[in-house]
């Protein structure tokens, strides 16, 4: 840390910032998290598409592996994949699952409607 009277000063120039910061941390601290927020502990990594994986990564220009510690950090900030320290893994929240999971082609086309979106907008059968 700073020197005393350093400490003091800042504290004194950031007096309005911190409550503020504490205020929202007791906010967040309290909000219930919505269902796709939660992690889903049934389900693992390996339900992801890596192809949709590894269009994220190209697309972004991360520059990671699919497989990487660092990608598994990157998806956890996007809250599409939460740390279990117990476990030592990464388990997929909702949205992670929602936007990554992979669908089997009997589950898609059973739905009665399968379409493709060009950039320009116009629907393709």
Same mark, same amino acid.
Request: no cysteine; charged share 25%.
């Given at each position: 840390?700073?020197?005393?009277?350093?400490?003091?000063?800042?504290?004194?120039?950031?007096?309005?910032?911190?409550?503020?910061?504490?205020?929202?941390?007791?906010?967040?601290?309290?909000?219930?998290?919505?269902?796709? @927020? $939660?992690?889903?502990?049934?389900?693992?990594?390996?339900?992801?598409? =890596?192809?949709? /994986?590894? !269009?994220?990564?190209? +697309?972004?220009?991360?520059?990671?592996?699919?497989?990487?510690?660092?990608?598994?950090?990157?998806?956890?900030?996007?809250?599409?994949? @939460? $740390?279990?320290?117990?476990?030592?893994?990464?388990?997929?929240?909702? =949205?992670?699952? /929602?936007? !990554?999971?992979?669908? +089997?082609?009997?589950?898609?086309?059973?739905?009665?409607?399968?379409?493709?979106?060009?950039?320009?907008?116009?629907?393709?059968?």
């Amino acid at each position: 840390m700073f020197d005393k009277d350093l400490q003091e000063e800042i504290e004194k120039a950031n007096r309005e910032f911190i409550k503020q910061a504490r205020e929202r941390r007791v906010f967040v601290s309290q909000r219930k998290q919505t269902i796709t @927020e $939660r992690v889903f502990a049934h389900a693992n990594k390996s339900e992801f598409s =890596n192809d949709a /994986l590894q !269009l994220l990564i190209n +697309s972004a220009n991360l520059g990671m592996e699919v497989d990487s510690n660092e990608f598994n950090e990157y998806l956890a900030s996007l809250n599409l994949l @939460e $740390r279990n320290d117990q476990q030592n893994t990464y388990l997929p929240t909702g =949205n992670g699952l /929602l936007l !990554l999971q992979e669908i +089997s082609k009997s589950i898609s086309t059973s739905s009665g409607h399968v379409s493709d979106y060009s950039l320009s907008g116009q629907e393709k059968a």
